[in-house]
């Protein structure tokens, strides 16, 4: 094993994070009006293209369960999903493992709303270049979900 694959020390792993937040976020604000030039097509904002691609993702889901998994609050789920329902989007669903707390799920229309949305993305994203392997994707995707998983004390806004 040479030292690029032993594990970083503290300081220099603080340091080099730092690197990869730097570029996190302009990535994403750059991402995010992508996606609400593209959405403005089927009408969606970004918050509801969030909530339709968990949806999409991982099926029914409770507005708290929507929460946890984008790290925002509650109110502002339930604001995305109230729109979308308004929408036609999503619609609720008794939750047998809580009467108080319903399920949220895609109707037929947000299906296909979010499916046109996530396959111009698609299409987007295949052009990044860069000659990426998978394994560096994987690195990636790791390094990310180490960040955001070490940052799961942080409280939410």
């Known amino acids: 094993m040479d030292d690029s694959d032993k594990p970083l ?3 220099e792993l603080g340091r080099r994070l730092t690197e ?3 570029l996190v976020g ?3 604000r750059r991402a995010q009006r992508s996606v609400e030039q593209g959405s403005a097509a089927e009408g969606l904002s970004v918050g509801v293209r969030a909530v339709l691609a968990l949806l999409h993702r991982h099926g029914p889901l409770t507005v708290p369960q929507m929460g946890r998994a984008q790290a925002i609050s509650r109110q502002f789920v339930q604001r995305m999903v109230n729109d979308a329902a308004e929408h036609g989007l999503v619609e609720s669903a008794p939750n047998p ?4 707390s319903p399920l949220i799920r895609l109707t037929g229309e947000g299906r296909a709303a979010i499916t046109a ?7 987007l994203l295949r052009e990044v ?3 990426l392997t998978a394994a560096e994707v994987a690195a990636c995707v790791r390094v ?3 960040m955001l998983e070490g940052l799961d004390h942080v409280a939410d806004d």
């Open 9 to 11: 020390p503290p300081d």
């Open 20 to 22: 990869v937040y730097d």
């Open 26 to 28: 302009p990535l994403y």
């Open 97 to 100: 493992a809580h009467r108080r």
């Open 117 to 123: 949305v996530l396959d111009r993305e698609h299409a």
């Open 129 to 131: 270049g860069g000659g």
């Open 144 to 146: 990310l979900g180490a």
